[in-house]
């Protein structure tokens, strides 16, 4: 069985992700993403840019930057309501957020989005609800925390500017809107689409990389008529699952959609796509339908206009928002989640991560059958095949255990250079799911590969 404890260990031990600041004690939901992380990673992130923007022409790209003038983050809402439900063990002195102790408790079954404290206290003492770490009910009453990061700007002291750690990547998308749909020449509807860092001052992350302060947004804003909103709605729920299964490759029975009981302030509607992992049903990517709400806050705080004027009909309005939003960091763990398996071969357990070919980390390994005959050979080769897809060198040990070491790092094919590939220019190439086997012509490895990894 899959377990956030075995992805863990392979992650640390495989060079996918590592604990940050690890040699000075750490950092407590802190995370480097190793050599193969970041290939795994960049790989997601190309796929969903070529989805989302690349494969839409009507939708373009944005880089935004993390640091934004402050009156933006009040005109979000962001600075009075940005906030995380807290309670405190008096026993124990822990911390908890209140909403995920009633959906631990009642096992998914009561979603506590956006209750107010009085309900959200109320439930905790009607159901008993016990403190995860020593079991006690003596709580606290519920504080709100705001979860944005604070920082100051300025060089003199007592006349530093406040700003503050996007908490999002949404709203450099919006307050863009002007400036991108001139200057590319775009028509309603069209989309921006955005991959950046976020930050969130959360005080109880954690199940690995699923939830932590720093983390990586892939969003993509759908800029239309409120009268075709729904439908766009619709379309986005669709992509977003098709994005999932057959880009990713995720396994569509770990999957589920799940629509929001209680919409934020300003939704009208949304919807999850959630994973099964290990330790419970835990949000991948939504759905929102985001109304005229953020633009108009924006126009209503900076007294600029973000209307927008239909060439055809001069009808001039505000316009509504579809958002498409995954998170970076989960679909990598989620990539792990489902990819990983255990496996009996004889008297061995293999363990194999059956990761779709075109995220693996590598696409391919080179392996000389002996060091000393084909190393030179294999490594020459490995170089060429490297100037078009991500390839990996290994001597080291023998041929079985290098085959173990890819399949576990989920390198789709591994390629034999042996005494015929020095003869008669054809090697070896051996398949990560099936461990199968079959002789190619070294000249037509390349379109072999790429043919096999789309």
């Known amino acids: 069985m899959t377990t956030i404890e075995k992805i863990t260990a392979l992650c640390k031990s495989r060079g996918f ?202 969003e993509h804003q759908q800029f239309c008529h409120a009268k075709d909103a729904k439908k766009f709605y619709e379309d986005y729920k669709k992509l977003a699952w098709e994005f999932n299964t057959k880009v990713l490759g995720i396994n569509e029975k770990n999957l589920r959609f799940k629509d929001h009981e209680t919409l934020c302030h300003y939704a009208k509607m949304a919807c999850d796509i959630d994973y099964n992992f290990s330790f419970g049903w835990g949000e991948l990517a939504g759905t929102h339908h985001r109304s005229e709400f953020d633009l108009t806050q924006h126009i209503n705080h900076s007294k600029k206009s973000l209307e927008y004027t239909d060439p055809v009909t001069n009808e001039k309005f505000v316009p509504t928002v579809i958002e498409s939003s995954q998170g970076l960091n989960r679909s990598v763990l989620v990539c792990l989640h489902d990819a990983y398996h255990e496996e009996k071969v004889d008297d061995d357990t293999r363990v194999v991560l059956k990761l779709h070919p075109r995220i693996a980390p590598y696409k391919v390994a080179v392996l000389p059958l002996q060091k000393k005959e084909q190393g030179e050979q294999a490594y020459e080769l490995c170089r060429e095949l490297s100037k078009h897809f991500a390839c990996t060198y290994d001597d080291t040990a023998s041929i079985g255990k290098r085959y173990r070491r890819q399949d576990e790092i989920g390198t789709p094919f591994c390629i034999t250079v042996d005494f015929d590939s020095v003869k008669g220019k054809s090697v070896t190439i051996r398949h990560r799911d099936t461990m199968k086997q079959e002789r190619i012509k070294t000249k037509e490895i390349e379109s072999y590969v790429k043919l096999h990894i789309l």
């Not at 839409?56 to 439900?85: C, E, Q, Y």
């Not at 405190?88 to 959906?103: N, V, Y």
């Not at 009561?110 to 404290?117: E, G, L, Q, W």
């Not at 995860?132 to 009910?137: A, E, H, I, Q, V």
Request: with cysteine.
């Open 17 to 218: 992700v590592f604990p940050g600041s690890e040699i000075y004690g750490g950092l407590a939901n802190t995370w480097d993403f190793g050599p193969l992380g970041a290939e795994l990673k960049e790989n997601i992130k190309r796929e969903w840019w070529k989805f989302f923007v690349q494969q839409n022409p009507t939708s373009v790209g944005l880089d935004g930057g993390i640091l934004m003038n402050s009156a933006v983050w009040k005109a979000s809402g962001h600075v009075d309501g940005f906030n995380d439900p807290l309670i405190d063990c008096k026993s124990c002195k822990t911390r908890h957020r209140a909403d995920h102790l009633i959906e631990k408790h009642s096992k998914g079954k009561v979603s506590a989005d956006f209750k107010p404290n009085e309900w959200l206290e109320k439930w905790i003492d009607d159901n008993k609800v016990k403190c995860p770490t020593c079991g006690k009910t003596d709580w606290t009453k519920i504080r709100q925390f705001n979860l944005m990061f604070k920082t100051n700007r300025g060089v003199v002291e007592g006349q530093e500017d406040t700003v503050y750690l996007r908490p999002e990547t949404a709203q450099n998308q919006f307050v863009n809107f002007t400036n991108v749909q001139r200057s590319m020449r775009m028509k309603i509807p069209f989309g921006i689409g955005q991959v950046g860092k976020a930050f969130r001052n959360e005080i109880t992350p954690g199940n690995f990389i699923f939830r932590t302060i720093e983390f990586e947004q892939m």
